[in-house]
């Protein structure tokens, strides 16, 4: 059975810093690209950033800069480093994965999901 387990959400002061892991189990996701998306309450899910199989990265304009992706194939793992977070990054975070290489921003896309992690930011 494939699984996506975050974790590594809280709670966290403006300004401060949090680290979202993603443990990916079933299968190797070493060829797939992985994706970090969030929802906050009242709004629709959005695209945060996605990692290639090759490294390539990819982020929203609202964390570009901020928020930095990695992946360790060897532990069939994503993280998502979070600096400088605002209130608004506050949202429950999902781990996201699909076949391919493509560096694709719609949630449609994915088919495998994590069940998510809240990500509090306090002002």
């Known amino acids: 059975q494939v699984q996506l387990v975050e974790s590594g959400g809280g709670l966290v002061q403006a300004g401060g810093s949090l680290r979202l892991s993603c443990a990916a189990s079933?299968?190797?996701?070493?060829?797939?690209?992985m994706g970090w998306f969030r929802q906050a309450p009242g709004k629709e899910r959005e695209f945060a950033a996605a990692?290639?199989?090759?490294?390539?990265?990819s982020y929203a304009d609202p964390v570009k800069g901020r928020f930095t992706i990695s992946r360790d194939n060897a532990k069939n793992a994503v993280s998502l480093v979070m600096n400088s977070l605002k209130p608004e990054d506050t949202a429950v975070y999902y781990c996201?994965?699909?076949?391919?290489?493509?560096?694709?921003?719609?949630?449609?896309?994915?088919?495998?999901w994590g069940q998510g992690t809240q990500v509090t930011v306090s002002s």
């Open positions: 996201a994965a699909r076949r391919g290489s493509l560096l694709v921003r719609s949630g449609a896309d994915y088919e495998y």
């Open positions: 079933g299968r190797s996701f070493s060829w797939d690209t």
């Open positions: 990692i290639s199989w090759s490294g390539s990265t």
